[in-house]
Every structure is written in structure tokens, then in C-alpha cells.
């Protein structure tokens, strides 16, 4: 059993930036295609990032050229900044690997109002 514990959101205005971690309680974590995914109420949870055991990244569409994902794999976790947040970007955000067959954790809410 994998335990993953996201953080870093919060409420921001549109532009603004957060920076959310997510820390993989699991062995041999370098191992793992990682990524971030997205969950609104009444949504399915989206892939948004997703980063390679050697570091290549690959984005949604709807995110590209404003979040960057990266992970450190001695610190078992994985980043995720995200700039000029719209509010579109509202909503609970976890990391899983890619494909997601671990456990999920509790995510962490980004909230982008003005």
C-alpha cells in the first residue's frame, strides 16, 4: 500500500501562482511515471501532468506553458508549479503514478477567485 500526501494549495487570484507538492510513501519511487491529476465536483479527475522516470514531461492541454512538473526522487516527491492560474484550474488536485492503480490521497484544493 502506497501512502501520497499532497499540499501547497490554497486560494489565489487569477494570475497569481502556487506551487503544490506531493510526497510518495513508496520503495524504488524513481521507478514510477508520476503525475498530477485534477478533480472538479461533478467532473472526472483529468491527468494534467505527468513526468518520466527520466524526467520528460508531457501536459494537457489546457495547462501547457503555465504548470511545470518535477519530482526529487531522493525526497520521494513530486512538484507541481502552476503559474498564471485562471479559475478554470479550480479544483482538487492529487498525484498518482501514471497509470493511477495506488491509493489516493486527500489531494489538496486550489481555489483561483478574485
Known amino acids: 500500500q502506497t501512502q501520497i500526501v499532497e499540499s501547497g494549495g490554497g486560494l489565489v487570484q487569477p494570475g497569481g501562482s502556487l506551487r503544490l507538492s506531493c510526497v510518495a510513501f513508496?520503495?524504488?519511487?524513481?521507478?514510477?511515471?508520476m503525475a498530477w491529476y485534477r478533480q472538479d465536483p461533478g467532473k472526472q479527475r483529468e491527468l494534467v501532468a505527468r513526468i518520466t522516470t527520466v524526467g520528460s514531461t508531457n501536459y494537457a492541454d489546457s495547462v501547457k506553458g503555465r504548470f511545470t512538473i518535477s519530482k526529487d526522487n531522493g525526497k520521494r516527491t513530486v512538484y507541481l508549479q502552476m503559474n498564471s492560474l485562471q479559475p478554470e484550474d479550480t479544483a482538487v488536485y492529487y498525484c498518482?503514478?501514471?497509470?493511477?492503480?495506488?491509493?489516493w490521497g486527500q489531494g489538496t484544493q486550489v481555489t483561483v477567485s478574485s
Open positions: 513508496r520503495t524504488f519511487f524513481s521507478r514510477y511515471v
Open positions: 498518482n503514478k501514471d497509470p493511477p492503480d495506488w491509493d
